[in-house]
C-alpha cells in the first residue's frame, strides 16, 4: 500500500521560508518522479514543482516559483521536499505530495500521478 505523508506546513509571513516534507512507503520511491501540487480555494489543483526518478537530476517549475522554490530527493529516507523561499501570499494554498509510476518522466498534469498525500496548509501572511 503506498503512503505519501506530508508536513511542514504552517503560517508564515510575506518574505519568509518554509520546507514541505513528503515521506513515501510501499513504492519503489528511487524509480519514482515526484511532483508538488497545489490547491487554493476555488481554485484547481495546479503543478508547482517535479523531480526526475533518476536521483532527482532533472527538475521542473512552475513559472510563479521558479527561483524561490526547490525541490530535492533523498532516496534512501525515500523523502522528496520542497524548500520554499521568498513566500507571498498568492502561495497560500494546501501542498500536495504526489508520485508518479516507475521510470516515468515530471509531468506538470495531476491526472498523470497516480498516488496523492493528503495535504499540508501553507499560509503566507502579509
Known amino acids: 500500500q503506498v503512503q505519501l505523508v506530508e508536513s511542514g506546513g504552517g503560517l508564515v509571513q510575506v518574505g519568509g521560508s518554509l520546507r514541505l516534507t513528503c515521506a513515501a512507503s510501499?513504492?519503489?520511491?528511487?524509480?519514482?518522479?515526484m511532483g508538488w501540487f497545489r490547491q487554493a480555494p476555488g481554485k484547481e489543483r495546479e503543478f508547482v514543482a517535479g523531480?526526475?526518478?533518476?536521483?532527482?537530476?532533472?527538475?521542473n517549475y512552475a513559472d510563479s516559483v521558479r527561483g524561490r522554490f526547490t525541490i530535492f530527493r533523498d532516496n534512501v529516507k525515500e523523502t522528496v521536499y520542497l524548500s520554499m523561499n521568498r513566500l507571498k501570499p498568492e502561495d497560500t494554498a494546501v501542498y500536495y505530495c504526489?508520485?508518479?509510476?516507475?521510470?516515468?518522466?515530471?509531468?506538470?498534469?495531476?491526472?498523470?500521478?497516480?498516488?496523492w498525500g493528503q495535504g499540508t496548509q501553507v499560509t503566507v501572511s502579509s
Open positions: 510501499g513504492l519503489t520511491f528511487s524509480r519514482s518522479a
Open positions: 523531480g526526475s526518478w533518476n536521483g532527482g537530476r532533472k527538475t
Open positions: 504526489a508520485a508518479n509510476r516507475p521510470f516515468r518522466g515530471i509531468s506538470t498534469d495531476y491526472d498523470e500521478y497516480d498516488y
